[in-house]
């Protein structure tokens, strides 16, 4: 009796084996097509040089039918970890489209709005918020952007959730002399200031603290703004 459960174990964990290959092998054929997919699609929108420049990600923004300046362009690039703004490597493309499941325009555009839950958890927001600046700067050992793109980049990327605060730092950027641009440390302040100061009250936002000097310009200007 012993041997006969013995052997019939033995075939069982053979059937089992079996079926797992089985299984991974269909698994890896699936990927393989998914990636092929992903791969076509690409070259769909690349140029020559065999990357996806300015004018195929606007054919490839038509294509879904979402403005190229729509915040989560911004988000898909996030996605991909793409490196030089306005430009998709395959390697980046890759990256994306295959966390994001996506090997057509229809599924790509269908995963923009979990794209956007999954950037605006507080996980990862502030990640894509320091991503975004970093991806705006175009030149090589550039640390700041003027204040113009300052302006518009923060109206895209944290208006829609402190719109009080970025519109008056807007404002206040636009009328004040002293900076003509921004860094990374000033622009993620912001940020942190965003999120730890009562506002519009400002009552406990300490001066003495750590905060770059812009920032204490900013609550001057606002106190003086309130009277």
């Not at 730092?169 to 100061?197: A, P």
């Not at 506002?199 to 936002?205: M, R, S, W």
Request: with cysteine; proline share 3%.
């Amino acid at each position: 009796m012993r041997r006969s459960a013995s052997k019939k174990t033995g075939q069982s964990n053979s059937i089992n084996s079996s079926a797992a290959d089985l299984f991974r092998s269909a698994s890896s054929k699936a990927s393989s097509k998914e990636l092929e997919r992903i791969d076509s699609l690409f070259y769909t929108y690349a140029n020559g040089s065999g990357v996806i420049d300015p004018e195929g990600i606007e054919t490839l923004c038509a294509d879904m039918e979402v403005d190229h300046t729509d915040v989560r362009i911004l988000m898909l690039a996030w996605k991909m970890k793409a490196d030089e703004q306005g430009y998709f490597t395959l390697d980046e493309w890759r990256r994306g489209l295959k966390a994001l499941r996506a090997d057509t325009v229809s599924k790509l555009k269908k995963a923009l709005p979990d794209l956007e839950k999954e950037v605006r958890r507080p996980s990862n927001f502030a990640d894509f918020y320091s991503y975004a600046f970093q991806y705006c700067l175009t030149e090589e050992k550039q640390k700041s952007i003027d204040i113009e793109s300052i302006c518009q980049l923060l109206t895209l990327v944290l208006s829609s959730t402190f719109p009080t605060q970025v519109n008056l730092f807007v404002e206040y950027l636009k009328t004040q002399d002293d900076y003509k641009v921004i860094n990374m440390d000033q622009w993620m302040g912001f940020f942190r200031f965003c999120n730890e100061i009562s506002f519009p009250a400002l009552d406990n936002y300490d001066p003495e603290l750590a905060w770059p000097l812009i920032l204490d310009n900013f609550v001057e200007w606002l106190r003086e703004n309130q009277k």
